[in-house]
């Protein structure tokens, strides 16, 4: 990982240059919020190994070396690919391809050699949506006969086989939370799994216009409606132990609710604005900004307070940030309810990066509007999110709506979302910084790049 310079001449030129000062964006301003979001980015990728010299592409180091397991890759890339359809950045492509592309595995299905053991079915939903994410903005498809799409179908087909399924009882049909048998939680039924799953379903049918995948998105989401993960009130519980299907573990985590909730977002656009998708989508919408963002900034209750969350539950905020902002553009009519949230996250997320040897590193507790000590990729990925799910799609994404009747119009630039104050800018422009970014900051991000051992 790299590290400033310690001695005091680096760290004086740095402080004049106001690389120390933080983030300070201003979030109705579309260009501030670019040139903020390219500071994070760059921070973020100083702790990806993977373009290292003996290094494992596509995915952060991991267990017992590193802390990060291996779904956390495919949520990077998720990240870096909504980061790129928002601001027209391609800097990272290359590095993008590689680690998408590095972790396919032989049967192009997310499933590697290196990793098959342990696998979970959320780990690999986590891969194939990042997979389709590069299918929906016209990323440059991985070779060797495969494509982005396929992929995703595969990973689909993987999940709706009968050996990953419960076989019986109240739970029968409910996607397992682990693949192998002998692996610790293959007895449970969580809701990331069947949401992942369901998401994945959702966005296929989205992108394909296929009744397979529709009918397996709805028979999806009512299971977890019947088995008691989704509740009346639309709060989305942890999960279940199969064998009983009874006592259900009612912790909530964003990362489920976020999946359900641009999966829902999804099928509503999907279906042309169906009744039933509206009301489901409503109560999700509801529920998620109630229980994850309770003054208006993006919070883990089930962990965040007891200072008890595990670096997976760092992941979790970046997940819900982009799952709102991409129902946003995909049921625009949710965009009076969400956009003024997620520029209040965001608005907090950005002034606590005041960390590390350059002043701006993130952390993970964002409501205190204080840097709380903690960095990593998760942090930094986190407030990227924010930043970028406020901002209109300039990509393929932008105008890939499937709704016939006008219930989603895929304009990309709902109304409330931060806003150009400049002509439009196509994919691959490199947006200059505004003054609501500070100069000092943007001249001591270069300054870095010469003080950095």
């Known amino acids: 990982m790299a590290r400033i310079a310690s001695n005091p001449l680096a760290r004086l030129l740095l402080a004049a240059h106001g690389a120390l000062a933080g983030l300070t964006v201003d979030v109705e301003d579309a260009d501030s919020v670019r ?57 990272y492509d290359e590095t993008i391809s590689q680690g998408l592309a590095w972790q396919i595995g032989p049967s192009a299905n997310y499933m590697p050699p290196n ?21 929906e903005i016209g990323f440059q498809e991985p070779g060797q006969n495969n494509s982005w799409l396929s992929i995703a179908e595969n990973v689909f087909n993987d999940q709706s086989s009968a050996d990953r399924r419960v076989d019986d009882g109240e739970c029968k049909g409910a996607l397992r939370w682990q693949i192998l048998s002998f692996n610790n939680g293959y007895d449970y039924v969580n809701s990331a799994s069947n949401a992942g799953y369901f998401n994945l379903a ?43 299907c009874k006592s259900i573990n009612k912790v909530q985590f964003s990362y489920p609710a976020a999946l359900l909730l641009q999966g829902a977002a999804y099928m509503y656009n999907h279906t042309g604005g169906d009744d039933d998708w509206k009301e489901r989508l409503d109560g999700l919408v509801s529920r998620t900004l109630a229980v994850f963002f309770p003054n208006g900034v993006a919070f883990e209750p089930a962990c965040e307070k007891q200072g008890s969350c595990n670096s997976d539950m760092h992941f979790y905020r970046a997940e819900l940030h982009r799952a709102l902002g991409s129902t946003v553009e995909v049921a625009p009519y949710t965009a009076d309810k969400i956009l003024p949230v997620l520029k ?29 000590g903690t960095t990593g990729p998760a942090q930094q990925m986190g407030v990227l999110e924010a930043l970028v799910s406020i901002l209109p799609a300039q990509g393929a994404a932008a105008g890939n709506s499937s709704s016939s009747n006008g219930a989603g119009n895929g304009s990309g630039s709902p109304s409330g ?27 001591g991000s270069l300054l870095l790049r010469y003080l950095v051992i």
């Open 115 to 135: 990793w098959t053991t342990t696998e979970g079915n959320d780990d690999q939903s986590s891969w194939a949506l990042s997979a389709i994410a590069a299918e």
């Open 35 to 91: 040139a903020a979001a390219a500071l994070v980015a760059e921070d973020l990728m100083t702790f990806y190994p993977g373009d290292k010299p003996g290094m494992t592409p596509g995915i952060f180091e991991a267990p017992p070396d590193g802390e990060y397991y291996w779904w956390t890759g495919g949520a990077l890339w998720g990240t870096l690919l909504n980061y790129r359809n928002h601001t027209g950045e391609t800097k």
């Open 344 to 372: 209040s996250s965001a608005k907090s997320a950005a002034a606590q990066c005041t960390g590390g040897d350059n002043g701006r590193l993130c952390g993970f507790e964002w409501s205190s509007g204080k840097f709380d």
């Open 202 to 244: 959702a966005q296929l049918a989205h992108l394909t216009g296929n009744k397979t995948y529709e009918d397996a998105a709805s028979d999806t989401f009512e299971l977890l409606q019947n088995i008691g993960l989704i509740s009346k009130n639309y709060d989305v519980y942890d999960g279940v132990h199969a064998s009983d």
């Open 417 to 443: 979302s931060a806003q150009d104050s400049t002509s439009t800018n196509g994919p691959g422009t490199n947006m200059g910084a505004r003054a609501s970014v500070s100069l000092g900051a943007v001249v």
